[in-house]
């Protein structure tokens, strides 16, 4: 899982960032992007791409994340945002400014999935990073945890949609409260929230 990193490294580059958001494809809620820098040749066998841990996995391995790492970055990216620039631009701005938020400057971004962040330095878009780098996945982790917390918050201000079990996705539950009692503030009208109907139930959280 540190491969990436020690080739960044052998290359000459001292400081590597992995980085990744969470909340592309909800209906509602912010994304929300974490960079995370750890020392040279870090391990822990336990830290992997998010969507593979628990919810209580994750939430322990946020705070040994927090603890071991040299730096970590966070940036929310709200639903009105997303609506005016799309989802992409939004997830790449949220990386953006996740690596501006390191309190450490990197000199080398390991960067989940296929497009790389709009800023000058150095970087590595790598699909299904956040299985493949410790940096990247760590940063999963951190950006899942965070978003889910900020669910958990919405869905007692919003309990009708149950925000709290599907955080915003897709599911049949979440799409009958959307049709009975319509969308309400974190909702992402880009997505056409609106106009959700019985076909839409194929939507997976």
């Known amino acids: 899982m540190n491969t990436f990193e020690k080739i960044a490294r052998k290359d000459g580059y ?16 912010p994304v929300v992007a974490a960079a995370v820098i750890f020392p040279p040749d870090y391990l822990n066998a336990e830290i992997n791409d998010s969507k ?11 705070a040994v994340i927090e603890h071991d790492a040299v730096a970590v970055g966070l940036r929310v990216i709200d639903a009105d945002v997303i609506d005016n620039v799309n989802i992409l631009q939004a997830s790449l701005g949220a990386m953006r400014e996740a690596v501006l938020e390191l309190s450490a400057s990197p000199d080398f971004l390991l960067v989940d999935g296929v497009h790389r962040i709009p800023i000058i330095t150095p970087q590595k878009p790598i699909v299904k990073g956040d299985s493949l780098s410790i940096s990247i996945a760590a940063a999963s982790i951190i950006a899942k945890v ?5 669910m958990e918050m919405y869905h007692r201000q919003f309990p009708h949609y149950n925000f709290q079990k599907n955080k915003g996705y897709g599911t049949k539950e979440h799409i009958r409260a959307i049709q009975q009692y319509g969308i309400c503030k974190i909702h992402r009208k880009s997505f056409h929230v609106k106009n959700l109907k019985q076909s839409c139930f194929d939507f997976h959280a």
């Open 52 to 62: 593979q841990l628990s919810a209580s996995k994750r939430e322990k391995l946020y």
């Open 14 to 29: 001292q400081l590597v960032a992995g980085v990744d958001e969470a909340g592309r494809g909800p209906l509602a809620g």
């Open 146 to 150: 965070t978003r889910d917390r900020i």
